[in-house]
């Protein structure tokens, strides 16, 4: 499954009565039945009266420049508030592992080899301007995507085609049978207006699909932009009529009449701005000022209150990425060796306050993760490709080098320099040398000015080694161009991971994304033997198979040492002022989930005190 801005779903089996009719059902499940008949009500974790009003503040870093999501990322930072605007056809549950839910759509059908799908559109969906929501603007959308967004035309690559099918019917139809994930992709589309579109703004001028706007966009959702400052803030109000606000799947959601994002340069200043009550709510992301940046008065008072939130459906591989393009991280020595100068026990115990676990899988923190040897079917996989890997992998698990202690840190880099002269880099007057007389050198690209305080700590590790090391802080724009060009030699990356990986790995990890500006393959991965176990993924008919293959995919990736990876904290941290509420039962896979399911709560933020 795939992590987007809109929520990605993943699919393996329709229910049991839709396999044996083949007719339209409510849901598409990833196993058995769904958990919620067609008759539901609502979601169990949201309240369902949740009282409507008040105002939700939050922040974000960088800026923005763009409200048209077609080409997000490719010409222009989107708002990130602009998924309260638009639909998408279907919905997925918070307390089911995969399971979607019909949205825009009412229904949906595929047939049993999965060779297209066909979803049908609800007939009380509305547009902002109270026109129908019909399957021309779901075809218009899905060749807008697919033709001008290069991360949607690789998802979506096996789709050949959208076509109206009935009254208020759309069929897709796919290059190939037997992919059980494509028909709930299908649902993940984004239902732009086409008469919006294709007609003119206020000054007359054609709207172009393919360029950025600043135009306030027309949308379907529960929310509407009602004014923005450009690069700085947007504020989105609750549409009063909204055609969904009583269906089962939105009914206790979007419960506040303002949701305004604020922009920032800087985390330093954002987190400035939530301390003195510019923002409501926040995700923090920083050990230390989760350690040491909430003493102040209003924390004291307990009118900010901090809480944790588990993480029970994602998992992610957090790493220093190499950019195997260049010809000096293309031996996967010179990779490990990098891994072994980087000490995660001291750094996390010096700057991290010791709140931190290693990561050690592609998909850390699920039951996909490899682990010890493998064996049964995953070996039965690997087997298959013997020849092509390491024989330790068949025998000795995956570790992370330790270190921690000076005597640890110091055999990681007499290790390190044994690697480095293996593949052909050695010292010669205290730089590592290439046999040419080429220094080794590198340079982090980072976004985030908070980098620079563990990228320093790393350092002098590197150093020892005769490496020179640089660091290039880079502003949004020229940090997403760089990498969009793999302009860098190194940078971070996080790669989140659902409990049904499929389709989004081949844009990971695949050797048809390694060359394709704007993939995920950051680093440029090209390895026949990943490519053909994210196949085994993609097409596996059961769960059983699926663990096996993924797990097989992540001890092969862990294997060529593609990255150094990082740490990761399962749990999100947030901190907010004490105005509002959530249910009493969080769902199990999607939590906080603010702003969807929570509520302003007047009670509260009378005791809390007025905002600043």
Known sequence: MRILTFIVLSLFALPAAAAEDKGFVHALALMGEPAYKPDFKHFNYVNPNAPKGGAARLGRQGGFDNFNPVVAGVKGQLDGGVSLVFETLTVQSYDEISTAYGLLAEAMKHPADYSSVTYRLRAEARWHDGKPVTPEDVIFSFDAFKKNSPSYAFYWSHVVKAEKSGERDVTFSFDQPGNRELPQIVGQLIVLPKHWWTGKDANGKPRDITQTTLEKPLGSGPYRLRGFDAQRATVYERVPDYWGAKLPVRVGQNNFDEVRFEYFRDSTVMFEAFKGDQVDFRFENSAKNWATGYDFAAVKEKRVIREEFPERAVGRMQAFVFNLRRDKFKDPRVRRAFNYAFDFEDMNKTIFFGQYERVDSYFSGTGLASEGVPQGREKELLDAFASDLP??????????????????????LREADRLLREAGWIIKDGKRVNAKGERLTVEFLVEDPTSERYILFYKPGLEKLGIGVGLRVADAAQYENRIRDFDFDI????????LSPGNEQRDYWGSSAADRPGSRNIG??????VDALIEKVIFAENREELVAATRALDRVLLWRDYVVPQWSYYKTRTARWDRFAHPETMPEYQSPAFPYLWWYDEARAKKTGGRR
Do not use: C, H, M
């Open 491 to 498: 940078t971070n990356e996080v790669w989140g991971q659902s």
């Open 391 to 412: 024989k330790d992998l068949f025998t000795k698990p995956y570790t992370n080098p330790k270190g921690g202690t000076p005597a640890l840190s110091r055999d990681n």
């Open 524 to 529: 440029g991965i090209k390895d026949k033997v």
